[in-house]
């Protein structure tokens, strides 16, 4: 083995898929793009990290609520491109071609073009880290959709598709909860 830098020990271990989260301040909505994010245990709560330097971190802290859009890896170009400009000046809908969908419970748009998307109300707020915790009140998703691969950040300008799906389920000494 290679010694690898400890300042590049997190681009192994990444979390979760590549997500874009959408808010609604009461004026305009806002898409951002987010490498970190994690789900909580088999229950629809997720956590994100994102601070004061993100437009949408206001709205975050105000309305209490957001939407998860999950983008497919042939979405990746632009999400990237979305998460490296600012809402503050920019209309990301209208600039990359997004189509913003009413959702059922939250003032946050649903993204049309993504594949999947979770309705969410902010339940913690961890400021020392930057941490809010999500509680999922509502998913869609696309089942029509072809392309279904995720893409998740390493963390240094690159990234990596989701492949083929291995089946182990028969191996498990627990069955798995919720359908998963």
């Not at 990237?80 to 913003?100: A, E, R, W």
């Not at 594949?115 to 696309?142: P, Q, S, Y």
């Not at 392309?147 to 083929?164: L, S, W, Y």
Request: aromatic residues 10%; positive net charge; hydrophobic residues 40%.
């Amino acid at each position: 083995m290679k010694k690898l830098s400890l300042k590049k020990a997190f681009t192994l271990i990444e979390p979760g898929p590549v997500i874009m989260l959408t808010t609604y301040d009461g004026f305009k909505r806002n898409i951002m793009t987010l490498s970190w994010s994690m789900v909580m245990d088999f229950t629809p709560q997720f956590a994100i990290l994102t601070g004061p330097w993100n437009y949408s971190y206001k709205a975050l802290v105000q309305t209490k609520e957001c939407v998860i859009a999950v983008p497919a890896v042939d979405l990746s170009k632009k999400t990237v491109q979305i998460g490296s400009c600012s809402g503050k000046d920019t209309d990301k809908f209208k600039k990359f071609k997004l189509t913003p969908l009413e959702a059922e419970n939250v003032k946050a748009p649903l993204i049309k073009e993504c594949f999947a998307n979770i309705e969410c109300r902010i339940t913690d707020h961890i400021k020392k880290h930057n941490i809010f915790v999500l509680n999922g009140i509502a998913a869609w998703i696309d089942d029509k959709r072809r392309e279904k691969r995720m893409f998740h950040a390493v963390g240094d300008g690159t990234f990596t598709a989701d492949g083929r799906k291995i089946n182990h389920r028969k191996i498990m000494i627990k069955k798995i909860p919720y359908g998963v």
